[in-house]
Each structure stands twice: as C-alpha cells, then as structure tokens.
C-alpha cells in the first residue's frame, strides 16, 4: 500500500482513495487482466465501461487492461464507444485462456483489494470515532428494563471492544442484551466486497449480514471496491463448529467465503447459547485464545498456506449454563468482562410487563398484575424477564382467535399461561 493510502486511512472520517494506477490497487496486472477476460465474456455489451462498471475500477484503468488483451490477440476491437471506452468481442486465443483461468478461479465480480490494504482498513476503523457515553448506552438498551450497573458495565466493554462473558439461566434476557450492544455502535464503516491472496480470491460482503448505508455517493471520490455499511452484528448458535471458524471453499466457482468472525469485523459478534455447540467449549477458546488477546486470526487455504486476518470485533459470550461447567477460571481471566443476569426482581417483571402492554395496545387492570405476580410462587416458578412478552403475546393470539377487544382479565389470562407453560389439557 503506498504512503498516500496509508495517509488516508489513518485519517478520520474518510473513504478508501481512489485509485490513480493500477499499482495502486495492490494487485498484479496480470491478476486484473485475467479478471477483465472473464468479466468481458460475461457481458452482453463487451464495452471497457461494462467492464469497469463491474469490477469496480476506473474506465482508464480498465481500458489499459483491455489494450494489453487485445495486444495479447485475445480481444479485438469491434469499434469505438467513447473515450477511452471501446467495444470488443473474444477471440478464439481469448476464449482458450478464459477456459484456463476458469480452471484456477471462477471468480467474476467487483475487483479484490489486497489483504494489506483490508488489515490496515479494519484497523484503523475498529475503535469507533466517538466513545460511547452513557446516555448513548442507555439509548442502545431503552427497550430494556436493565439496572444501572449492567448498563454502566456494558459501556464498559463498548468502548474498550473487550470480550463481554454474559451468563444467567434461561430466559433472563442474555441474548436480548447481547444483540443491543452494536446499537450503541453508530458509525458507519468501510468493507470491500473481497480480498486478494496471489490468485485466491476471498468474498467479504454477506448482503445478509451486512447493511449498506448506501451513501457513497456523499463522497466526492472513493475506491468502488469498497461499499460503507453499518457496523455488524453476527450472531451463531448452536450450529456453529471449528471448521465454520475457517475459509470455506467453493470447488464449482473456485473462490473463499469469510468466516462469520471475518464478517463480524469492527462490529460485534455474539456467540449464543455458548457450550450447547457442536464442539466443546475447550476447542473453541483454544481456537480463539490468540485471536481474542492479540486481535488477529489465522486461515487457511486449501493449497495448506495459512494468512493472518484481523479480528477487530467485540466478542460477546452468551451462556445458560454455569461458567465453572463451561471453562476454567484461567480461560475466564480473558474474556475481558464477565456479567451476570439475574432474573427480575418483582418490580422491573412490572415494569416489563407494563412498557410490552402499552406497546401493543393491551388494556388491564392493576389487580390482574397482581394477580399474575401472584401466580408464580404458588406454582414455584421462577420470573423470567422473557415471560411478560411471551404472555402477552399469547393474549393477543387469543384475542385474534376469538376475535375479543384487547381488554385482559383474569380468565384470558389464565389461558395464556396454561398454554405458555404447556399445562394438561382437560
């Protein structure tokens, strides 16, 4: 990466510069020109602007990739378009090669950056612009009934992007809290839709895991291999293993997908429901430990090569188990911060329960809060902060069923918790 790109990344705001060469974008020549020939024979109108409209490359740049095909007897020129924009058509050499590089990668798209440009892109963009206050925490989280200590250690390890261990049993609202936390995250940043390793190409952008801010159009200039999105937020339960930890292969197109931890870059990543995956809880920290301290992980390819990728994200542990059955204390020590979620006291279920049935236009009488207060110790359960949510929406199924007003009273309620709990039918 050259000095004026270095300049520019270190600097804030900004937007990944333009590239003025083809030395500047970091890859080979030969690596774009291989990339514009299956470009070209995908398109219907082989002009050098359809090309550069789809790897992302200025029209001057793509136009010398172009002239080196035709030089190469691979494209001949049908006529001119424009400046610097001229139409072409395969030659039979040309369709020979494309057959070749296909073999090797089938990859047509936007062109990759190197992956020193994306490591010292996420870098510089992993510790957001403006610290986190606690007002700001506090709006991340005013759907939530939470008090003030939890939010005051969630700020915490929003600011440092420290690991956040969060524990409590089920129900209690870990993962509502865990998915929160990126809210309080509201600068945008900058991602490419792949990255270059020799001739491995990586794709990045997840169009279900990334949302595009779609404002690059506000910069005066910017390199289009690079789309702004939100921050991340991934979340993986129960179906993650080890070998989704790493590259995944695609041997029909020839090309790598990101890991969901390379996806979560300068975002958050939310590993829930955390030692009910398919893998022990030992491997994954293993797996992890050095990614976690030194904030970079290791890939490989399937050649064997190994690469070191950032990994610039707030890890948040979620766990309905005890930590002691999970991981020992020495494991624990680095997970930066550790919280736990008790159930409700009876005045924040209230409370709860109270902002969830203005929210849905649900009326009540105060008695019939009592009376449900009521209900839990003498069936011994324990409050749950989940259960004023879940009741009433089982209300409003019963409602909607029977075609009732939206008026709760201690019949319906009844009904809603017997079939909340599962209660026998008689």
Not at 305 to 313: A, Q
Not at 322 to 338: Q, T, W
Not at 373 to 380: G, Q, R, T
Request: glycine content about 4%.
């Amino acid at each position: 990466m050259t000095e004026a790109v270095q300049q520019q990344v270190s600097s804030k705001p900004f937007a990944p510069p333009y590239p003025e060469s083809l030395e500047e974008t970091g890859l080979s020549f030969q690596f774009l020109a291989d990339l514009a020939l299956k470009t070209a024979a995908t398109e219907s109108a082989m002009t050098t602007s359809a090309v550069a409209e789809r790897i992302c490359l200025p029209m001057t740049l793509v136009e010398q990739l172009m002239q080196h095909l035709y030089r190469e007897k691979m494209l001949e020129i049908r006529g001119a378009v424009g400046f610097n924009n001229n139409r072409y058509a395969l030659l039979d050499r040309g369709w020979d090669q494309l057959r070749r590089l296909q073999e090797i990668s089938g990859y047509v798209g936007p062109a990759p950056v190197s992956l020193a440009y994306y490591t010292a892109m996420m870098r510089s963009q992993a510790q957001p612009e403006d610290l986190v206050n606690s007002d700001q925490v506090a709006s991340a989280f005013s759907d939530l009934v939470l008090p003030e200590s939890l939010l005051q250690t969630l700020g915490f390890a929003i600011n440092s992007r420290r690991s956040l261990f969060i524990s409590g049993i089920a129900g209690t609202g870990k993962t509502s809290v865990a998915e929160r936390i990126n809210n309080a995250l509201q600068t945008p940043i900058w991602i490419p839709y792949a990255i270059a390793i020799d001739d491995h190409v990586i794709n990045i952008y997840d169009a279900h895991n990334h949302e595009r801010t779609l404002d690059e159009d506000n910069f005066d200039s910017y390199d289009r291999r690079w789309i702004r999105i939100s921050r991340p937020l991934i979340i993986v339960g129960g179906e993650m293993t080890l070998v989704s930890t790493d590259l995944t292969y695609n041997r029909a197109s020839r090309y790598y997908e990101a890991p969901f931890q390379v996806k979560a870059n300068c975002g958050t990543l939310v590993i829930d429901d955390f030692g009910r995956q398919r893998v022990e809880p030992e491997e994954l920290l293993n797996r992890w430990i050095v990614p976690l301290e030194r904030k970079v992980d290791f890939l490989t390819l399937h050649t064997g090569k190994k690469i070191s990728v950032p990994f610039e994200e707030l890890v948040v542990f979620s766990t309905n188990l005890e930590p002691s059955r999970l991981v020992d204390e020495a494991f624990l020590r680095r997970m930066g911060y550790r919280v736990r979620i008790e159930p409700p006291s009876e005045e924040t279920y209230r409370q709860i329960f109270e902002r969830f049935a203005v929210g849905n236009g649900v009326g009540y009488e105060d008695s019939i809060l009592d009376y449900l207060i009521s209900k839990y110790p003498v069936e011994n359960r324990i409050r749950k902060a989940c259960e004023p949510r879940d009741l009433i929406n089982r209300f409003l199924d019963i409602c909607q069923y029977k075609g009732l007003p939206l008026e709760l009273n201690r019949e319906l309620l009844d009904l809603a918790w017997s079939n909340y709990f599962g209660l026998a039918h008689v």
